[in-house]
């Protein structure tokens, strides 16, 4: 029997351009279930051009994604998260006037292949909730929620949809020191639970603990990949976070 990981996601040669902008060149990486792989890169890499390719909010001008072993790169988003794939964003994407417990109940409801019942969901949201610190907040409107608050939120809902591979996308943006220590504590459990995840983030004492690998993107194209302390100490990748390299305009 072969208890080797299975590849989660492989990615092959991924490109995207917006009319005469090359945002992202031949990207090609595997992740391993139960792996946690770091994305980083300076403002204009290419990482949110990426997640949103892989989690079929975006198409790409060539190149493949596979999932779980089937190719998906022409799955829609909401077919993506019933498959098993999960992410959050930039800006969090919150139902505003539903109240905290029903957003979370919405990620219960959908992504799931058998709907729980009304109950089953609003226990599992609560355990959630719990988990990102938000049960307090359970009958806030989501509106009311500070923008630190709103990403935890999102967290709660995608984990609601119980994925094989999270994707986060600068989750911890905004949080503080504390929260973002939390969030790593977060992180780890999740994966011993069985959860693959994939997260870009700007804040290096964040992504450096949790993640086994690192990839470094730089204007659409990776310049380097390794453990975390190789690629910390890359003169590459150093000169891109000093903006020597320039950046190529997309956000993220």
């Given at each position: 029997m072969d208890n080797r990981p299975q590849i989660c996601l492989k990615v092959s040669r991924l490109s995207k351009r917006y009319g005469g902008q090359q945002v992202l060149r031949d990207i090609s990486f595997s992740l391993q279930e139960g792996e946690i792989l770091g994305i980083i890169g300076p403002n204009g890499a290419g990482k949110t051009t990426l997640f949103n390719i892989i989690t079929g909010w975006v198409p790409p001008s060539g190149g493949e994604v596979v999932f779980l072993g089937e190719k998906t790169t022409d799955w829609t988003p909401d077919r993506l998260c019933r498959g098993g794939?999960?992410?959050?964003?930039?800006?969090?994407?919150?139902?505003?006037?539903?109240?905290?417990?029903?957003?979370?109940?919405?990620?219960?409801?959908?992504?799931?292949?058998?709907?729980?019942?009304?109950?089953?969901?609003?226990?599992?949201?609560?355990?959630?909730?719990?988990?990102?610190?938000?049960?307090?907040?359970?009958?806030?409107?989501?509106?009311?929620?500070?923008?630190?608050?709103?990403?935890?939120?999102?967290?709660?809902?995608?984990?609601?949809?119980?994925?094989?591979?999270?994707?986060?996308?600068?989750?911890?943006?905004?949080?503080?020191?504390?929260?973002?220590?939390?969030?790593?504590?977060?992180?780890?459990?999740?994966?011993?639970?069985?959860?693959?995840?994939?997260?870009?983030?700007?804040?290096?004492?964040?992504?450096?603990?949790?993640?086994?690998?690192?990839?470094?993107?730089?204007?659409g194209e990776i310049i380097a990949e390794g453990s975390p302390q190789d690629l910390i100490q890359n003169p590459e990748v150093e000169s891109a976070y000093l903006g020597v390299r320039g950046a190529a305009g997309e956000e993220g």
């Open positions: 794939m999960a992410r959050t964003f930039q800006i969090p994407q919150v139902f505003p006037e539903m109240s905290v417990l029903e957003n979370v109940m919405t990620g219960a409801w959908f992504g799931q292949q058998s709907r729980p019942s009304a109950a089953q969901a609003r226990d599992q949201s609560r355990e959630l909730l719990g988990l990102v610190e938000l049960a307090a907040k359970e009958a806030t409107p989501a509106r009311e929620l500070s923008l630190m608050q709103q990403r935890l939120l999102e967290l709660a809902r995608a984990l609601a949809t119980r994925p094989k591979l999270l994707l986060l996308d600068e989750v911890a943006a905004g949080l503080s020191l504390k929260a973002v220590k939390c969030l790593s504590n977060l992180i780890l459990r999740l994966r011993t639970q069985g959860l693959t995840l994939l997260l870009t983030d700007h804040l290096l004492h964040l992504i450096m603990p949790v993640s086994d690998r690192l990839l470094a993107l730089d204007q």
